[in-house]
Structure formats: C-alpha cells, structure tokens
C-alpha cells in the first residue's frame, strides 16, 4: 500500500529529462520532492500522475496504474497542478463539487463548505472564482483536490494528495496552514506527495524528501538525511549550510553567501 | 483575469443549477408559443382559427392541408432541428476549446461545408453518377465537406493521441481559409445561374424545407443532440483543462473525440439543409451562460431549446416582414444577433475575458 514507480524516464520533444527514476512514498507520511529549477520535480510528478507519457511503471497502492481506468485512479488519488487556468465563470462552489463528483464522497451535501472553511475560505461558495486573488484560486483549487479523496483511508487502502506547489503563491500564514491540513491527512492514514519549492517549509512540514538535480534522484530519504549541506551544495550549486533550530530540533536552510560552491 | 474591475457587481449565483432548471421549463413554453407563431403565419391563409381547428381535427380545405402539413410543419421541424443543432454544436466546440468566442465557423467546419455546396452546385451537373443524389446532392456534398475538413483537422492537430486545442484553431484558421480560397475559384467559374444559386444557398434560409430534408438531417442532428447531455461532464472538467480534468478520472480523449464527431456532423447536417446560418452557435450559449452559469450539464440542454426557439422565430420574421417575399434567415439573425453580440461583449466585457 504505497506509491511506487520504477525506471520513470520522461521525454519532452528530443530531450530525456528524466532519467530512469525510481521512486516511493508511504501513506501517513508527508513526501516532499525538491530540487532546483528545472531539476525534473514536476515532471516527476506529472509522470507519477500518469499526465506525461513516460517508460518505466507506476504502482498505486499495489496495482499498477497502467491497467487503472481513470475513475479508478480518481477515486484513489487527486491531483493539485502548479497552476489551473478556469474557462467560463464558474463560482468557488461549482469549481470544488466538480471534485467531489470525481469522487466517492460525491453524494454529501455540506461537504464543499467543510472544504472551503478548511482552506480558510468559508464564505467564498458563490463567489467568482475568477474573481479571487492567486493564493485563494490555490486553496480553492486544493479545497477541489480534497474534496475529491475527502477520506483519507478507503475500504481498500490509503487515498493520496498529489501536489504541485501547493503553497507556491500563499503567503506565510496560509502556507504555514497548508502544511498542517496535508500533515494532518497524512497523520490520519493518507499519502501526501508534494513538490515543494521552500526548503524550510520542507524541513518543518515534510517527513521524507527527494532531492532531484538534472533529471535524476540525487538523494531520497528521512528529511534530516536530505537536506544536508552536500547534498544541497551538490544540487542547488551554492554554499548552503543547514543548521538545526535550537527550540525542537527542527532543521532550517540558511544561505551564507551569494557565491558559487568554493 | 483582464479587467475584473470593469464587471459590475458579480450577480448572486448561489445554486445556478435549479435556476437553469426553472429556465428549461420556460425554455419549452417558448419553443411551443414560437411552434404556434410559426405554424400561423405565413404568405396565404391559414389563419390561427383554421390552426386549432386542425388541431382539435374540424375539417380543413384542401389548400389549407397543404400549406399547414406540408409547407409549414416541416419548415417549423427543419428550423427547430437546425436552430438547436447550431447552438448545441456552440456550446460543445466553446467547451472544447474552452473560449467562450469558439464556433463551428471558427475550425473550418462551416467553411468546408461550404466548399462542399458550392463544388456540387458548379461542378455537379456534369458529373452523371451524382444525378442518382437528386435534390441531395448539394446538402450531401455540404455535410461530406464539414466532415472531411473536421477529419482532416483533427489529424493534423492529433499526435499520439492527445489533441491540441492551439494546434486545432490555428489549423482550422488555416482550413478554412484553404476551403475559401477553393470556393473562391469555383465562384470564379461558375456561371450566372449557378452564382445565383450559390449566392442564395450562402445566405442561408429554410425556405426549400421539405420532409425529404428533414429525413436527411433530422437523424444526425437528433442523434447529435442526445450525445450532448453525455458530454457535459466531460466539457464542464475540460474547462479545469485537460490535465485536471484527467486527474479527476474524465477520459479527456474520448471525450474530445465525441465533442469533436458530434459537432461536425451536426453542423455538416445544419449547413447542409439551411446554407449560412450565423449567430445562433455564438449567441446562444452567452446568454445562457450569463442567465443560469457555465454547468454544461443545464447549458446543453437549454442551449438546444433556445436555439430551436430562436430561429423559429427568426424564420417566422424572414416570412413576414416582407410578405408575400421572403428575406433569408441568415441576414435575420445576423441582423438580431450581431447586435445582441455587440451588446453583451460590451456590458459584460469583464465575464466574457474570465
């Protein structure tokens, strides 16, 4: 019962940029998927979706996701992508119900408001969505994404977020907000696979990350054994040091310099 | 996303969905007041009376059996047929191509058509294998030629499997100017008769409309129509885009190609039998998506009703304004609806750029 891919290679027009990548997230933990731009995050992740063609298999929970059919895949994982541009001027409300309709909580009336109150936008179902600012689109997007998996555990294994950015345009509070909501699906028995873009957000909210440089896996693993200074001068190309809080323990990035690795 | 501070005060949408529901219902009433407008008025007598008595079956004169049965019902089922094809064929292209400013004109449907029409009508009587068409060879050649431009489209805009949406337009721009360059050079040749002939089938009327059309048309458009409500989920996920709609289980491919079939052989049948008709495909789907919302799964249906009301209408003015001659439908609707066009693009310029 985990999401499990193998020899995940990926081709855009003549250039391979993902090469042969193996990957797995369990469910109850968060898995973060970092690296530098243009390091292959989000195809990795658009490949794990089955929204790229690519060589290599993907299993889900045990079965592999070649042989699911679409609403099969739906009921078992939904999907935030970095950005999602709306046609026609749908209100907040319609916008999440065409999630839960792709669900198996499609039935339950008030569940769209519980969403929206847990992305912190109570109050927004009629309004435009098209009308919100970038960070509420986002939470209104990820309330459609929740709605979809609402439970994190299903009669036949764990359901899994799969998130492209999902705090990329919030501001602190509301990041800070997201990573709990994602922390608390997966501490309920849920997956959650994130492509994070903030190494600090990823080393307070994460349990397990993937640094991707050059379209392989450079290092995967607990978050502590990551994000080290090596691993993340090896990747981002500058000198990075990582230090631990003194408070919890928590680990934090801290830029020293400006200049390329000595 | 551009000018949101000019919509004025967003309109209350709390549940859109039942507002449209209560909208089809009037919608009927509409298209049977619109049936009834239809069936009465007319060059020669027969008058509203002489209509219900028909219908609670007193006898009718001769005459009046031929003009209610046989002239004006059918051109009521024709326009009917046509009318929702158009808007339905709208509201289905709109949603595929997710811009509410999509046609069927738009990606060279019309326009292949057209070049259909016009090489049967130039070149057709020299060619004897098509006489067996009789009075089905331009309306044949017009469906044959939106469908081979839609085959055509598509394969130029699909690779391995995925259809792109950008690809598709600027192929079907491309299209279509190719078909008009070729009717271009068939006008060139034609002589004055056949210009008159072509000139007419453009503009577009219902005024040919015989049962014989309908039994061509009628199956495709009806079979179209009831593929509709099918695709309504489909489009209303498109409008996510096509990644989210596939991450939400809808089978985007299949679901473009239904689009795709159902729109080129319900606009092939619609030009085949009524020539240019413009506006209603456009028209249509805005107004219903101003009054009840963008839920595919209410448009669709609604889109067809209003559609069918529309141009049952607009024939009934073509036939009376200048009775006993008739102005063709084509400049009907384009007189009402460019200026209705005109008008919402410029009191909603913000909601028709979201």
């Excluded at chain 1, 198996?104 to 009308?131: C, H, I, K, M, W």
């Excluded at chain 1, 307070?204 to 607990?222: F, N, T």
């Excluded at chain 2, 070729?182 to 034609?190: E, H, K, N, Q």
Aim: one cysteine or more; glycine letters at 12%.
């Amino acid at each position: 019962m985990s999401l499990r891919a193998e020899g995940l290679r990926v081709r855009l027009g003549a250039a391979e940029v993902l090469h042969a990548v193996d990957f797995s997230a369990d469910p109850g933990e968060v898995t973060a998927i970092v690296g530098p731009n243009g390091s292959g995050k989000t195809t990795l992740m658009r490949a794990l979706t089955g929204e790229l063609p690519h060589d290599g298999r993907v299993w889900l929970n045990g079965r592999d996701t070649a042989a699911l059919r679409g609403w099969e895949m739906a009921a078992l994982r939904a999907v935030l992508p970095q950005s999602t541009p709306l046609a026609f001027p749908f209100s907040v409300v319609e916008v999440v119900r065409m999630g839960q309709m792709s669900g198996l909580s499609a039935a339950d009336p008030t569940l769209a408001a519980r969403a929206l109150s847990a992305v912190d936008l109570a109050g927004y179902e009629n309004r435009f969505f098209q009308e919100l600012s970038g960070g509420e689109q986002q939470r209104a997007q990820l309330a459609r994404v929740l709605v979809q998996v609402w439970e994190p555990l299903g009669p036949d294994g764990p359901r899994w977020l799969l998130l492209d950015e999902p705090v990329a345009s919030l501001d602190i509070g509301h990041q800070l907000g997201v990573m709990a909501l994602v922390r608390d699906y997966a501490r309920r028995g849920g997956g959650v696979v994130a492509v994070m873009h903030d190494l600090n957000l990823t080393a307070i909210g994460a349990d397990k990350a993937v640094m991707m440089a050059q379209g392989q896996v450079l290092a995967a693993g607990p978050v502590p054994e990551v994000l080290t200074d090596a691993v993340l001068g090896e990747a981002y190309g500058c000198p990075l040091r990582v230090n631990a809080a003194p408070a919890d323990g928590a680990v934090f990035v801290l830029p020293h310099s400006v200049g390329k690795v000595a | 996303m551009v000018a949101l501070a000019e919509a004025p005060a967003a309109p209350p949408v709390a549940d859109r969905l039942s507002r449209a529901r209560r909208m089809h219902l009037a919608l009927w009433a509409l298209l049977a007041l619109a049936a009834t407008a239809s069936l009465a008025s007319g060059a020669t007598g027969v008058s509203l009376g002489a209509l219900f008595a028909g219908m609670t079956g007193a006898e009718l004169s001769g005459v009046e059996r031929v003009v209610l049965y046989d002239i004006r019902l059918p051109r009521l089922v024709l326009g009917a047929l046509v009318g929702a094809s158009l808007a339905v064929s709208g509201a289905v292209m709109q949603g595929l191509f997710r811009n509410p400013l999509a046609d069927p004109a738009l990606v060279g449907v019309s326009a292949g058509a057209g070049l259909g029409a016009i090489t049967a009508i130039v070149l057709g009587a020299g060619v004897s294998w098509l006489a067996f068409t009789g009075i089905y060879t331009v309306p044949f050649a017009a469906f044959i030629g939106g469908w081979a431009s839609t085959m055509i489209l598509y394969r130029v805009s699909t690779r391995r499997g995925r259809t792109s949406v950008a690809t598709m337009l600027l192929a079907g721009i491309a299209l279509g100017a190719l078909a008009g360059a070729a009717s271009g050079v068939l006008v060139y040749i034609a002589d004055d008769a056949q210009l008159r002939d072509l000139t007419f089938w453009g503009l577009g009327s219902l005024a040919g409309a015989t049962w014989a059309k309908v039994a061509a048309a009628g199956p495709i458009i009806v079979a179209a129509l009831l593929a509709a409500p099918f695709l309504a989920r489909g489009l209303n996920g498109l409008a996510l885009g096509e990644a989210a709609a596939h991450h939400m289980g809808i089978p985007v491919q299949t679901v473009k190609n239904a689009a795709i079939l159902s729109v080129a052989a319900a606009t092939g049948a619609a030009v085949a039998v009524s020539g240019g008709i413009g506006f209603v495909g456009i028209v249509v789907p805005h107004l219903l998506r101003l009054a009840t919302g963008p839920d595919h799964r209410m448009l669709l249906p609604n889109a067809a009703l209003l559609g069918a009301s529309l141009l049952v209408l607009a024939d009934v003015i073509s036939r009376t304004v200048i009775a006993p001659a008739e102005l063709p439908i084509g400049i009907v609707t384009a007189i009402l609806g460019a200026p209705v066009f005109l008008w919402i693009l410029l009191r909603r310029r913000g909601m028709i750029d979201l």
